[in-house]
């Protein structure tokens, strides 16, 4: 392996010499993530392989090219798993591009993000130079946690050598619940019970019906059946819904047009916008799926709708692009990216534009 990052570096000195643009890539399963894509593919798979995985430790550390499904069989042999439950949106998926990608599952809002069990992290800069950061402990004091600021840079800021990630034991138990409701009702619900001691894990309305998970230890699982009523969803036909909605092969995602993805306080109202919604983590992931492609002016329209109920859009898949993909940053925001781009790729050949 340490020729195949020797590989990498001098791929890497001698772009940023030439000034030639590299795409940091590993199986390319969010490929159409982002904005545009650009620059000589370098590919992340061959450095691949789990370095470390204490069970007792809850932390895994692997390099970047390694499959997530390799990282969830080692985790599901013994009784673990990632909690923030990372889409793979394709058989290529890898731990890099996750960390990378920053994208969470179901479980997010009630177990965290993925920069939220980022421990630790090696990059390697626009110099070709190996930096580490954080650790495999939960707790760390060594300067700037620079190791969760890369989880969700898209490559933008340098190549993602290795990752230490805190891993969780699987729940004792798990049941789904149904309830028909209207969006309205179904907001007011998850508001009240998102404020008691519920083992909830993950929620989605669509289409007049709420889908609730619960998750933990069997007698408090048993209670909040109890508590809360609904109508009990057979395991496997829970295990396929909560499955597609982390893959988005759920019906909701099928079909031609745009799909928006807006975030928002758990406690606002339903946004008035033209088009089909799907909610997910108790009100604060709400999709929305438009036929046709928002021009700018479209885009600005839902964007201002957004955020006057406090919160922010981005242009998740398809969609005219040219109106730009990610929530626009205020200037001193945006300065800051800009600098902190500059301090690890002065030359700026990493994923040139995939964000801004």
Same mark, same amino acid.
Request: hydrophobic share 45%; with cysteine; charged share 20%.
């Given at each position: ?9 001098q ?27 650009a620059?000589e ?30 990282i969830?069989?080692?985790?599901a042999?013994r ?6 439950e990372?889409?793979h949106?394709?058989?290529g998926a890898?731990v890099?591009?996750t960390?990378?990608c ?18 630790g992290?090696?990059?390697m ?8 950061f ?7 004091v ?16 340098g190549?993602i050598l ?5 891993? %969780?034991?699987l729940?004792?138990?798990?049941a789904?619940l ?21 083992p909830?894990?993950?929620s ?6 709420l889908?609730l998970? %619960? ?9 909040a ?5 609904g ?5 496997q ?7 597609a909605l ?7 995602f099928?079909?031609?047009g745009s799909?928006?993805?807006l975030?928002?306080?758990p406690?606002a ?5 033209k ?9 604060a ?7 046709g492609?928002?021009d ?6 839902i ?9 922010h ?7 005219d ?5 990610f ?29 801004y």
């Amino acid at each position: 392996m340490q020729a195949i990052a020797e590989q990498f570096r001098q791929r890497i000195i001698n772009a940023s010499a030439a000034g030639t643009p590299l795409r940091l890539r590993g199986g390319g399963s969010k490929d159409w993530y982002g904005q545009q894509l650009a620059g000589e593919v370098l590919d992340t798979r061959p450095y691949a392989g789990i370095i470390d995985y204490e069970p007792t430790e809850l932390v895994i550390t692997a390099r970047c090219g390694t499959p997530l499904v390799e990282i969830e069989a080692a985790l599901a042999a013994r009784n673990q798993m990632l909690a923030f439950e990372p889409p793979h949106f394709g058989p290529g998926a890898t731990v890099g591009g996750t960390v990378a990608c920053a994208l969470s599952g179901p479980r997010r809002a009630s177990a965290g993000a993925v920069r939220d069990f980022v421990l630790g992290a090696v990059l390697m800069d626009g110099h070709g130079e190996r930096l580490a950061f954080g650790g495999q402990v939960m707790k760390n004091v060594a300067g700037y946690d620079v190791s969760r600021l890369l989880a969700g840079s898209l490559g933008t800021l340098g190549l993602i050598l290795e990752v230490s990630l805190k891993v %969780l034991p699987l729940p004792l138990r798990e049941a789904s619940l149904q309830f028909e409701c209207a969006e309205i009702a179904a907001l007011r619900m998850l508001n009240e019970w998102g404020g008691q001691p519920l083992p909830i894990s993950a929620s989605c309305w669509h289409d007049g019906v709420l889908t609730l998970r %619960l998750s933990g230890a069997e007698a408090a699982v048993t209670a909040a059946q109890q508590r809360l009523g609904g109508a009990a969803v057979a395991a496997q036909e829970a295990a396929i819904f909560w499955s597609a909605l982390r893959e988005q092969t759920h019906d909701f995602f099928k079909g031609p047009g745009s799909l928006w993805r807006l975030s928002l306080p758990p406690h606002a109202s339903a946004v008035i916008l033209k088009g089909r919604q799907l909610i997910e983590w108790g009100g604060a992931q709400r999709w929305l799926k438009i036929d046709g492609d928002a021009d700018a002016a479209g885009a600005q329209r839902i964007r201002q709708s957004v955020a006057a109920a406090g919160g922010h859009a981005i242009l998740f898949r398809g969609g005219d692009k040219t109106a730009g993909v990610f929530q626009p940053l205020a200037p001193a925001v945006a300065a800051i990216h800009a600098r902190l781009a500059r301090s690890f790729d002065p030359a700026g050949i990493f994923n040139p534009h995939r964000m801004y």
